[in-house]
């Protein structure tokens, strides 16, 4: 694509001025054609400084993702084959469902922008302005229906090794897929199944990243407990950075866990914050409070409750107490 060949040569150029004559060879095309899509470039949102003599220059590049910066040269075996991006959608979630209702084939991704309705879990909205990572992926992994919930556990592991690997910062897992920096929330994972009685049709992985955002778009009362990669490390994020490592990550972790669901279980059990801990449960119809053991090779919660009864979880929201 023209306008991506321009686009590089004039990243490549590091702010030094590249002549209309210049582009115009380098990419085989017109001035007229250069000059055009320098102009697409600016509704995307680059500003872009034309000095009639010296040529172009890129001066702002928008917090944008684009799809062409994405899979540049991303070698991922199976999850973003397909990578759909969206300027707005209600929910990457519901429209990956719809994709993979009509049939979209195993490692398609949606991202979002934004999103004006996305879901969180146990029925709650995800508040999702611009400047995060709302993504959605499509798996069909031939496991025993039991197992699905540690395509959820999976997907928390990928998460926080990208916050690592990306931003070099800690994350920690609690309990089933909250991603915690500082004991703030930097990224929910609400999975969403289809089955039969005993077979998964498909499974749609969402991911909800606090990057960029400002914190004040959020409510009082969930800004308290929500933090964002940017708060944490004090500068912005190059946000396709992130999600290219976030595919790798997942790609990476998706293909053993084919060959062994629960081979991701250490690295999970190494991430997590909440055995060990004293912990309330609640949202299964009864709220419980005791000592998070350990999660089982379903990847349910193990609980020592206070009575001493032992007692396993396979969904619920929990509350880390202060000790
Ligand atoms: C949670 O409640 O912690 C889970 C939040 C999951 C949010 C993500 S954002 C991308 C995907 N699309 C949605 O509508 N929800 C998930």
Same mark, same amino acid.
């Given at each position: 694509m023209?306008?991506?060949?321009?686009?590089?040569?004039?990243?490549s150029?590091?702010?030094?001025?590249?002549s209309?004559e210049?582009?115009a060879? *380098?990419?085989?095309?017109?001035?007229?054609?250069?000059? *055009?899509?320098?102009?697409?470039?600016?509704q995307?949102?680059?500003?872009?400084?034309?000095?009639?003599s010296?040529?172009?220059?890129?001066?702002v590049?928008?917090?944008?993702?684009?799809?062409?910066?994405?899979k540049?040269g991303?070698?991922?075996?199976r999850i973003?084959r397909?990578?759909?991006?969206?300027?707005?959608?209600?929910s990457?979630?519901a429209?990956a469902?719809e +994709?993979?209702?009509e049939?979209a084939?195993?490692? %398609?991704?949606?991202?979002?922008?934004l999103?004006?309705?996305?879901?969180?879990r146990?029925?709650?909205?995800?508040?999702?302005p611009?400047?995060?990572?709302?993504?959605?992926?499509?798996v069909?992994p031939?496991i025993?229906?039991?197992? #699905?919930?540690l395509v959820?556990?999976?997907?928390?592991?990928a998460?926080?090794?990208?916050?690592k690997?990306?931003?070099?910062l800690?994350? @920690? %897992? *609690?309990?089933?897929?909250?991603?915690l920096?500082s004991?703030k929330?930097?990224c929910g994972?609400l999975t969403?199944?289809?089955a039969?009685?005993d077979?998964?049709?498909? %499974?749609?992985l969402?991911?909800?990243i606090?990057?960029?955002?400002?914190l004040?778009a959020l409510?009082?009362e969930?800004?308290?407990q929500t933090?964002t990669?940017?708060?944490?490390?004090?500068?912005s994020?190059d946000?396709t950075?992130?999600?290219?490592?976030?595919?790798?990550s997942m790609?990476?972790r998706?293909?053993?866990?084919?060959?062994d669901?629960?081979?991701?279980l250490?690295?999970? +059990? *190494?991430l997590?914050?909440?055995? @060990?801990?004293?912990?309330?449960?609640?949202?299964?119809?009864?709220?419980?409070?005791?000592? #998070?053991?350990d999660?089982?090779n379903?990847?349910?919660?193990?609980?020592?409750l206070?009575?001493?009864?032992?007692?396993?979880?396979?969904?619920?929201?929990v509350?880390?107490?202060?000790e």
């Amino acid at each position: 694509m023209y306008k991506d060949k321009i686009l590089n040569l004039l990243r490549s150029s590091h702010s030094t001025f590249l002549s209309g004559e210049e582009l115009a060879r *380098k990419t085989g095309i017109s001035r007229t054609m250069v000059w *055009k899509y320098i102009k697409s470039l600016e509704q995307e949102g680059f500003e872009i400084e034309a000095v009639p003599s010296q040529g172009y220059r890129i001066v702002v590049s928008p917090d944008r993702l684009r799809q062409p910066d994405i899979k540049k040269g991303l070698k991922t075996k199976r999850i973003g084959r397909e990578i759909i991006l969206l300027p707005e959608i209600h929910s990457t979630n519901a429209f990956a469902m719809e +994709r993979a209702n009509e049939g979209a084939y195993e490692g %398609i991704v949606v991202i979002a922008e934004l999103q004006t309705k996305g879901r969180g879990r146990l029925g709650r909205t995800w508040i999702s302005p611009p400047g995060n990572i709302y993504c959605s992926i499509v798996v069909r992994p031939q496991i025993p229906l039991h197992k #699905a919930p540690l395509v959820t556990l999976m997907g928390a592991v990928a998460v926080a090794a990208t916050v690592k690997q990306a931003c070099g910062l800690n994350a @920690g %897992i *609690k309990w089933p897929n909250d991603i915690l920096l500082s004991g703030k929330k930097v990224c929910g994972l609400l999975t969403e199944m289809s089955a039969e009685q005993d077979r998964i049709r498909h %499974i749609v992985l969402g991911i909800g990243i606090n990057v960029n955002m400002h914190l004040d778009a959020l409510p009082a009362e969930v800004r308290m407990q929500t933090t964002t990669l940017a708060a944490e490390t004090g500068c912005s994020i190059d946000r396709t950075m992130l999600v290219r490592e976030l595919l790798r990550s997942m790609d990476a972790r998706y293909l053993d866990f084919l060959h062994d669901p629960a081979s991701m279980l250490d690295e999970w +059990r *190494k991430l997590n914050v909440t055995t @060990g801990r004293r912990v309330v449960v609640s949202g299964a119809g009864e709220t419980l409070s005791g000592t #998070a053991r350990d999660i089982d090779n379903e990847g349910r919660l193990v609980l020592m409750l206070d009575d001493g009864a032992r007692r396993t979880v396979a969904a619920g929201d929990v509350t880390i107490m202060k000790e």
